[in-house]
Antibody, heavy 120, light 110 residues
Framework: EVQLLESGGGLVQPGGSLRLSCAAS????????MSWVRQAPGKGLEWVSA????????YYADSVKGRFSISRDNAKYTLNLQMNSLRADDTAVYYC?????????????WGQGTLVTVSS | QTVVTQEPSFSVSPGGTVTLTCGLS?????????PSWYQQTPGQAPRTLIY???TRSSGVPDRFSGSILGNKAALTITGAQADDESNYYC??????????FGGGTKLTVL
């Protein structure tokens, strides 16, 4: 059974940093890309970032480019998101998602999410 | 900037049929965008319904179907049930590792 468990969320001041993690199990981790998708309170889903199965290739939404960094540790079955220069509009629940970054290009499993609140 | 458009809200009667759409602010949606659809109830993680335009994810009832209608991707629910009342999101693959979600459609079953 595929399981994804996010952690690391919390309250951080504007301009601060936070590191999210996603522990994966139930599938061969390095065979799949992984993504982060976020959802601001009362708003829709927003794709944030993705990383290839090897970790060598990364992708970012314009809204986080230059501030966020995605990485993975395939030995530990862990996905990470380093978030720097955080702003109030980064406040959201952050979901990790197992991703097909090749045909058919979609997200097939989702974690339960971790809440990040950026506020002074 | 690419904007993926969805109806903000829709309502359907129990047992009825509803079609939600997913378009582009500029241009047409085709299978080359690999449209996928996700269902989400408040406080829960998204659930994958449809991928690659019309392929149902494992365990998804066949009352959910996907297609291209005109210049948009579409999600059709046939024989709507009370527990289909949710938010529905489409996402399009834009190429170069980039995905863009639509704003979501809140479906009410009443």
């Amino acid at each position: 059974e595929v399981q994804l468990l996010e952690s690391g969320g919390g309250l951080v001041q504007p301009g601060g940093s936070l590191r999210l993690s996603c522990a994966a199990s139930g599938f061969t981790f390095n065979n799949y890309a992984m993504s982060w998708v976020r959802q601001a309170p009362g708003k829709g889903l927003e794709w944030v970032s993705a990383v290839s199965g090897t970790g060598y290739t990364t992708y970012y939404a314009d809204s986080v480019k230059g501030r966020f960094s995605i990485s993975r540790d395939n030995a530990k079955y862990t996905l990470n998101l380093q978030m720097n220069s955080l702003r109030a509009d980064d406040t959201a629940v952050y979901y990790c998602a197992k991703t097909y970054n090749r045909n058919p290009y979609y997200f097939d499993y989702w974690g339960q999410g971790t809440l990040v609140t950026v506020s002074s | 900037q690419t904007v993926v458009t969805q109806e903000p809200s829709f309502s359907v009667s129990p047992g009825g049929t509803v079609t939600l759409t997913c378009g582009l602010s500029s241009g047409s949606v085709s299978t080359s965008f690999y449209p996928s659809w996700y269902q989400q109830t408040p406080g829960q993680a998204p659930r994958t319904l449809i991928y690659s335009t019309d392929t149902r994810s494992s365990g998804v009832p066949d009352r959910f179907s996907g297609s291209i209608l005109g210049n948009k991707a579409a999600l059709t629910i046939t024989g709507a049930q009370a527990d289909d009342e949710s938010n529905y999101y489409c996402v399009l693959y834009m190429g170069s590792g980039i995905w863009v979600f639509g704003g979501g459609t809140k479906l009410t079953v009443l």
